[in-house]
């Protein structure tokens, strides 16, 4: 643990039935909602699933916890793991088949980081930071203003990004 972190850093994140348990450590990047295509279809895909729970917010938004990679590692359960690519994007949205979970979104190229799948907290889903890609949500959406918008990728995020990147390369793990 590094001196900033405390015991209370440290989350065991598990599918609706149990089966499968991610663990994370550390504070996050960053909790956003994101309403781009791929996240509208992907979660829409996973929610069509038997017995899936719910993932979209009512104007189509995916929230989502970000974390280092370094961050994130599974107890149990791998092999109930399965990717879902809605097309050839870089991004996969995986889940597990035992109860159709949604567990992680992650990118298939060298991004520094995963996103987590906010349901995965519950029943303390970290505090929201930013609503990004609004510009995809349904004309008719009602996206709340309760913090920050943007149409595409706030600067603040992107700052956070950049500083959790150079944490991997140049800080405590």
């Avoid at 109860?99 to 303390?124: L, T």
């Avoid at 890609?133 to 009602?142: G, L």
């Avoid at 600067?155 to 990147?165: E, H, N």
Wanted: proline fraction near 9%; charged fraction near 20%; aromatic fraction near 8%.
């Amino acid at each position: 643990m590094s001196i900033a972190e405390t015991p209370q850093d440290r989350a065991h994140l598990p599918c609706s039935c149990g089966q499968v348990e991610m663990n994370v450590h550390g504070l996050p990047i960053a909790s956003v909602v994101c309403y781009c295509d791929t996240c509208q279809e992907g979660s829409r895909a996973i929610e069509a699933l038997p017995n899936a729970e719910p993932i979209c917010d009512p104007a189509g938004g995916t929230a989502y916890v970000a974390y280092r990679k370094d961050r994130v590692s599974y107890a149990k359960g791998t092999e109930l793991l399965r990717p879902l690519k809605i097309d050839a994007t870089a991004t996969s949205r995986v889940y597990a088949t035992c109860c159709n979970s949604p567990m992680v979104m992650k990118f298939d190229d060298a991004r520094h980081w995963v996103s987590i799948y906010a349901g995965r907290f519950r029943p303390q889903v970290p505090a929201l930071d930013y609503r990004i890609c609004t510009k995809f949500a349904p004309a008719d959406a009602e996206i709340p203003r309760d913090v920050p918008n943007s149409a595409m990728y706030p600067p603040g995020l992107m700052l956070k990004l950049l500083k959790a990147k150079i944490g991997m390369v140049f800080g405590p793990h």
